[in-house]
T-cell receptor, first 112, second 116 residues
Framework: GENVEQHPSTLSVQEGDSAVIKCTYS??????FPWYKQELGKRPQLIIDIRSNVGEKKDQRIAVTLNKTAKHFSLHITETQPEDSAVYFC???????????FGSGTKLNVKP | GAVVSQHPSWVICKSGTSVKIECRSLDFQATTMFWYRQFPKQSLMLMAT?????????EQGVEKDKFLINHASLTLSTLTVTSAHPEDSSFYICSAGTSGSTDTQYFGPGTRLTVL
């Protein structure tokens, strides 16, 4: 099955700085890569996603890049704000079985 | 937007009892729902794929006789933890996608299970 690895596990940045979280996946057939933000005790919320036929996607301060050849994708948050503090998960969806496999999560702390 | 609910939001039970968790898609029909468990400060681990009108598909290592899944209608899937033990204590989350797109997953709020 699919194996998704995520780094770093924790990330601390100063307000206004950028944050980058990286993920790799193992199944070359995976074709959809969402990113979720989860606050403590709450459900994951989709913040951005990218499909395998696209290399980059941006939505205001958030961007995601995908390198299919290397099988890795990254989340970029610019001009971070304290409310960006949360746990972020990447995920990969398989082409054949429509299952989602999640990375281990990154706890982002934005210091004011 | 699409809304998924879960009930109960939290439950405490004694060891050896069974607990049923419901996952409902409130404003859309979900032919497929997913069940995850999440330990504190850890990721979501896919347990099984729940298919309406057919048997659930379990991930490797997940005991199907312990975690019974029933997807009786297009808006309801249930997860029953049978003969629960303290090691089953966890946060259980379901998700569902609309029939128009299996990519976008809408998550339920989760159920916190504590087995004493």
């Amino acid at each position: 099955g699919e194996n998704v690895e995520q780094h770093p596990s924790t990330l601390s940045v100063q307000e206004g700085d950028s944050a980058v979280i990286k993920c790799t996946y193992s199944d070359s057939a995976s074709n959809y890569f969402p990113w979720y933000k989860q606050e403590l005790g709450k459900r994951p919320q989709l913040i951005i996603d990218i499909r395998s036929n696209v290399g980059e996607k941006k939505d205001q301060r958030i961007a995601v890049t995908l390198n299919k050849t290397a099988k890795h994708f990254s989340l970029h948050i610019t001009e971070t704000q304290p409310e960006d503090s949360a746990v972020y998960f990447c995920a990969a969806k398989g082409y054949n079985f429509n299952k989602f496999y999640f990375g281990s999560g990154t706890k982002l702390n934005v210091k004011p | 937007g699409a809304v998924v609910s879960q009930h109960p939001s939290w439950v405490i039970c004694k060891s050896g009892t069974s607990v049923k968790i419901e996952c409902r898609s409130l404003d859309f029909q979900a032919t497929t729902m997913f069940w995850y468990r999440q330990f504190p400060k850890q990721s979501l681990m896919l347990m099984a794929t729940s298919n309406e009108g057919s048997k659930a598909t379990y991930e490797q290592g997940v005991e199907k006789d312990k975690f019974l899944i029933n997807h009786a209608s297009l808006t309801l899937s249930t997860l029953t933890v049978t003969s629960a033990h303290p090691e089953d204590s966890s946060f259980y989350i379901c998700s569902a996608g609309t029939s128009g797109s299996t990519d976008t997953q809408y998550f339920g709020p989760g159920t916190r299970l504590t087995v004493l």
